[in-house]
């Protein structure tokens, strides 16, 4: 079953680079085939691990094209400047980008406080983080998602990418039924994958762009449940953290790529460790470092507050203040302290 389901998976990403050089071919635009020095074995290597651009090479660094196709560094350098001496590295003005904004689109929790605290819902094209201990209510904010988004707009789609296999459709009719939604429509709405490893959960990050050109879905949410429990399982002890970094890297780029490109959320959760060597404050750190921090555009500390409430605090977001905001779970949803 696995066998023929990595099988499935190769035999599509082999047509799929056919495909997009088919497709950019017919279009005349350039692709990595037509870089000087690029011989089609590095092209078919680069278009294997995902380089199916100019851009995504551009964009890239010498570090990570070597580790991918163990070119050399010299031959990686200078790939990357002819990638960009070959694009026009496109400027917007500030006007442009703020026609951009306004199409951002405010999922809303059934939470006033939580809403108003990112600033009056979670952003599309953005990366939304929370992160907290167990039973902090990272998972039901993502479930609620999934079913307030289809509210957004005609035909809206969510994704759950799950990896702890805490996804339950059965929650799902309970918050459709308390929205007052058609429980099989909004279950329909919902597109389940299980992620069961790092790599995986990467692979199925890279197929929603597959959902939404292929089978013409309006993707406006995608949920990583969790973003980094793989991640830590697999990658232990201090060897080893140099790759991890580097793969969480480049996942969170593909969701901050794809978020932007057809503007849908990101909605990714985020356990914490203890910080033993923290003495004031809160002693507990979010896993993934600065690299999930900064590719996070908010970033939400969850944690228990008093009589089964939970308090969400905003610790980096591009134009909110630092602030926190009391809210509770129930059958219904996620709701206001009264
Ligand atoms: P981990 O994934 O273990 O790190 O935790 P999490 O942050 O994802 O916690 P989760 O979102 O699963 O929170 C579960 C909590 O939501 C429970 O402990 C309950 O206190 C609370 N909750 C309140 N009402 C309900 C309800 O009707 N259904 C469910 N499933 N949970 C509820
Ligand atoms: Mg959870």
């Given at each position: 079953m696995e066998q023929e389901l990595i099988q499935e998976v190769e035999t599509n990403s082999r047509k799929k680079r056919k495909d997009v050089r088919m497709e950019k071919e017919a279009k005349k635009e350039q692709t990595?085939?037509?870089?000087?020095?690029?011989g089609a074995a590095t092209a078919e290597k680069l278009m294997a691990v995902g380089y199916t651009d100019l851009m995504s090479i551009a964009v890239a660094s010498p570090a990570e094209l070597i580790e991918a196709t163990g070119m050399g560094d010299a031959v990686a350098k200078k790939l990357i400047a002819i990638a960009r001496s070959s694009l026009e590295m496109g400027f917007e003005s500030g006007e442009e980008l703020l026609k951009r904004r306004e199409k951002v689109i405010r999922i809303k929790t059934g939470s006033n406080a939580l809403n108003s605290l990112l600033g009056g819902g979670f952003e599309t094209g953005a990366i939304v983080e929370c992160f907290g201990e167990?039973?902090?209510g990272k998972t039901q904010i993502g479930h609620a998602l999934a079913v307030a988004v289809?509210?957004?707009?005609?035909d809206a789609v969510a994704v759950y990418i799950d990896t702890e296999n805490t996804f339950r459709p059965e929650r799902i009719i309970q918050l459709a039924k308390g929205a007052g939604m058609d429980t099989d429509e909004a279950l329909r709405n919902i597109k389940v994958a299980r992620a069961y490893n790092s790599d995986h959960q990467m692979l199925l990050a890279e197929k929603v762009e597959d959902l939404i050109k292929k089978q013409g879905l309006n993707v406006k949410l995608v949920v990583v449940d969790s973003l980094t429990a793989h991640f830590r399982a697999e990658f232990i002890g201090r060897g080893t953290l140099a790759d991890r970094q580097q793969k969480l890297n480049k996942h969170m780029h593909t969701l901050a790529k794809l978020a932007d490109m057809y503007n849908f959320c990101v909605y990714v959760t985020n356990q914490v460790m203890a910080k033993?060597?923290?003495?004031?404050?809160?002693?507990t750190q979010a896993i993934g470092g600065h690299i999930v921090a900064h590719a996070s555009t908010f970033r939400v500390y969850l944690r228990k507050g008093k009589k089964g409430t939970r308090v969400a605090k905003l610790?980096?977001?591009?134009?909110?203040?630092?602030s926190e905001c009391g809210f509770y779970v129930d059958e219904s949803g996620i709701k206001d302290v009264e």
């Open positions: 990595i085939y037509d870089l000087p020095g690029v167990f039973g902090s289809q509210s957004v707009e005609k033993p060597d923290m003495f004031f404050g809160d002693p610790v980096d977001s591009p134009n909110m203040p630092e």
